[in-house]
């Protein structure tokens, strides 16, 4: 192999109360794939921020082409090369698909005015090259996510990096875009680009990674070849450990039914969808992106009024209700886009995990502080919430733990229905177990459940029945026993579906 294009020695950076990266060390050659694995928390994203800019070390180097150098702010990075595709969107809703690819770096004219034709045919061009049917001029907020995801692929790609860092790129795109996404990468390096690819599905790194290091606790554990690694060693080295079969075992659901859908309409997202969730049931809804899972799971929740139909739920008939109507009467709602609906970042862990429940911890209008810790920190100790304290800010999570204080935000509603649109991604395998066993665990104890995921062996390994969406009706329904990975690909592409 080459000499390596990119060295990191002892990279090391401490936050308050956490050591996120300890005297980290790896090496990329021009023209490699290298995967970085690990555990939400191990320090992937850190190193990654480091690499692009975003921080600085408190000691170490860096070496790049041979020579030491200081990367002092994102500008400085792209100068040298380097572009980083982030696991959460960073596109600015209200600017069209070409003004944020080249946001910071406009064509001008004489007169300073922009130019945005040549910023829409360049973009055009670069959307092409990845086949995609995007239109440049549209605004990012009219983007679907894996839409706004492939952007955030162009706008990288369009400063002629050197090295391209893509965190979690493939966490929201359907089979066929990441059949794309990876045949651009075999490209990419053809042409010589070095790559990090940071990725919880191990499959993928198999098939396009030529190298992988695995960190654990802020820690480099190992580096090795991708011929010489398996699924095992990989997870035993990433949690310590070794995990046995994630899924935890299902018991049977009561008959009582909980939530039914009667002929739901939402035009043009929804056309007359029925289904019905029985109390200790995990219902799966599985379907390509687009198909209309997640219009369903906001229309149950009252996000999104229904034009026609019935949402009954224990009975009860519910109208144009809205959302704090349904955590009123026991609804929960895990949401896919966890950094734009779920989350206030500018708050602490201890004020998100409370947003649901102030009517619960309050006195004369005036929260219980005593009563609000005592009740939040047995969920974050129980779902292993990685934090220094109940007042760190959320925003200094890693994503899984930031999933984790929302699953422990619901919990503490004490719902009766709990929906979860898309509960693990982004999150590493060992997170990945826990929550199957917190959904499992909530089922036995009698919640109803509700799963929107892209992953089929999560919707295979979890759910009791299976509901496949297509083009916004239901395209079939699957007993645990009769569903199989073929079966449900072939419902949502609308194929027979044989045996």
């Not at 030491?68 to 959460?88: D, K, T």
């Not at 959307?127 to 001029?137: E, F, P």
């Not at 035993?236 to 009667?262: S, W, Y």
Request: charge should be neutral; glycine fraction near 8%; proline fraction near 4%.
């Amino acid at each position: 192999m080459n000499d390596p294009f990119l060295v990191l020695k002892n990279i090391s950076k401490s936050f308050p109360g956490v050591k996120a990266l300890d005297h980290v060390s790896l090496d990329v050659c021009a023209g490699e794939c290298l995967a970085l694995v690990g555990e939400n928390g191990a320090g992937k994203s850190t190193l990654m921020k480091i690499l692009s800019g975003a921080l600085t070390p408190d000691e170490g180097e860096i070496m790049l082409n041979g020579h030491r150098v200081s990367i002092e702010s994102p500008v400085a990075a792209r100068n040298l090369g380097i572009s980083m595709i982030y696991q959460e969107l960073n596109l600015l809703p209200e600017l069209t698909v070409s003004e944020n690819i080249f946001l910071g770096r406009e064509p001008t004219g004489m007169l300073g005015l922009l130019r945005r034709r040549e910023m829409a045919e360049r973009s055009s061009q670069w959307l092409a090259r990845l086949r995609q049917d995007i239109d440049s001029r549209r605004p990012a907020r009219e983007l679907s996510l894996a839409e706004q995801q492939m952007v955030e692929i162009v706008k990288a790609l369009s400063l002629d990096a050197r090295l391209l860092i893509m965190d979690e790129p493939s966490s929201i795109l359907t089979d066929k875009e990441l059949e794309e996404l990876f045949r651009l990468i075999k490209k990419l390096k053809e042409d010589g680009l070095a790559i990090i690819y940071i990725s919880h599905r191990l499959e993928e790194i198999f098939r396009i990674c030529d190298r992988v290091t695995v960190m654990r606790d802020g820690r480099t554990i190992s580096t090795r070849s991708v011929k010489e690694a398996n699924h095992g060693l990989l997870v035993k080295e990433m949690v310590g450990r070794e995990l046995a079969n994630i899924f935890p075992a299902r018991q049977e659901p009561a008959d009582e039914v909980v939530l039914e859908l009667k002929e739901v309409w939402r035009r043009p997202r929804l056309r007359g969808v029925s289904i019905i969730v029985k109390k200790g049931e995990i219902v799966g809804l599985s379907g390509l992106v687009g198909a209309g899972r997640t219009d369903l799971a906001r229309c149950v929740f009252g996000a999104d009024p229904i034009d026609e139909g019935e949402i009954l739920f224990q009975g009860r008939r519910l109208g144009h209700h809205r959302p704090d109507e349904a955590i009123a009467l026991g609804i929960g709602f895990l949401t896919e886009d966890r950094k734009a609906q779920g989350l206030l970042l500018n708050m602490t862990v201890r004020e998100n995990i409370s947003l649901a429940n102030l009517a619960r911890i309050a006195r004369a209008g005036l929260i219980s502080r005593t009563k609000e810790k005592a009740r939040i920190a047995p969920l974050v100790e129980s779902l292993h919430i990685k934090t220094p304290s109940l007042e760190q800010s959320i925003s200094n999570l890693s994503g899984g733990n930031q999933q984790k204080v929302i699953v422990a935000r619901w919990l503490l509603t004490e719902s009766r229905l709990l929906i979860f649109d898309e509960p693990t991604r982004g999150i590493d395998i060992g997170a990945k177990a826990e929550i199957y066993q917190l959904i499992s665990s909530l089922a036995n104890a009698g919640k109803s459940i509700l799963v929107v995921s892209s992953e089929l062996p999560e919707i295979l390994g979890l759910c009791h029945r299976v509901y496949v969406m297509r083009e916004g009706e239901i395209a079939g329904e699957f007993s645990a026993a009769s569903a199989s990975q073929e079966v449900l690909l072939a419902a949502a592409m609308g194929l027979p579906i044989s045996g």
